[in-house]
């Protein structure tokens, strides 16, 4: 269970922008802790009957409000988990299948705003908390343990971004409140030790298993780049590269992973054969420039995800347009909506739109997603609102019961 606490008091004297302080705490040993202070007020006597009557009505109104950057509701969602009426006040309890420790705020925002009318000066107390579970994968393959979803992150086409993009959806789930890993699978060019600033660090080892390097933003990374010299060329036959990729997997310690993000190489060969035979895959990201070129390779990792039941979770278009640093002109270097208009032609979510970014190359070059989040809030954005349809997404799929009941051998 992963939750996050949103707590709060609301009342009619303070408009929607009252101010109030927003802190997060992350330990090692829990999820992200989310606390909402709300300027306190007084409590008024209210009748039974009333208390009842307006229980009933509070429940009417939180089914619909909004749960923001969606066209979700809380009522459709079955997100009101209880509502009671204490001696300190009313207390909400929400429930999530998807993290929403970047919306905390602005959806008690929207309690408050909804239930004024309603509860006057009560004392509102609001608790959120996110449970993410194991869903389905394609058929054959059983999970992994300490991993619940995971994610391919693939183009067809080398050097259109496909590891920037990897590396900062895994940034912005971990923001999100997500408990989350990247595996990379590039093994001829692994690059996420560097863009994710572990490139120093090797992992340690426990009952024959490798634990996997953690960054400074929580994100468990494991790759082969941990293993051999950073000038040394893997030159591996299929064979060894499939076996390399399943060792990495399967003899990692992961501890608790929401979302495992897997950064494939270019192409339909070898590793992404057996990922899609051995691995239990949630589903995948295709990442693509608007380019020609570019997309017929796209268009052939998305017909091969789609032969081995994988199903496709969007596509994300990089290098849309370069904004020039100087005068502003922007121009669309590699063609126009190539990436929208194959989302469009698959039926799947454009996830976004990314420009060519001076910022992001220099904090995947330097290991600093957190600062590249900081620093430059419109690229992050389009990052977390990619990550966020991803695991609403995921959230839609079945769940996954598989690991629960032991394996059946016949002899």
Known sequence: MQTTVCTGYFGNRFSQSAAYRVKVRTRKSKPPEIN????????????????IMNIQNIRT???????????????????????EQRSDGIHIALHFGFPVAHIASETADRIQETLMPLTGDTHIHLSIDTEIGTHKVQPGVTTIKGVKNIIAVASGKGGVGKSTTTANLAAAMARMGARVGVLDADLYGPSQPTMLGVDD???????????????????????IGFLVDTDQAVVWRGPMVSQALQQLMFQSEWDEVDYLFIDL????????LTLSQRIPVTGSVIVTTPQDIALIDARKAVDMFRKVNIPILGVLENMSVHICTNCGHSEALFGTDGGKDLAARLNVPLLGQLPLSLPVREAMDGGTPAQLFDEHPAIAKIYTDAAFQIALSIADKGKDFSSRFPKIVVE
């Open 201 to 223: 660090r090797k992992p340690d080892q426990k009952n024959q298993k490798l634990i996997p390097v953690e960054s400074s933003n929580g994100i468990q990374v494991m790759s």
């Open 36 to 51: 909402v202070h709300f300027p306190p007020v007084s409590l008024p006597n209210l009748h039974t009957e009333t208390h």
């Open 61 to 83: 109104l939180l089914d619909t409000v909004a749960v923001p950057n969606t066209a979700r509701t809380l009522g459709s969602e079955k997100a009101v988990r209880s509502v």
């Open 265 to 272: 190489p270019p192409g339909t060969g070898d590793i992404q």
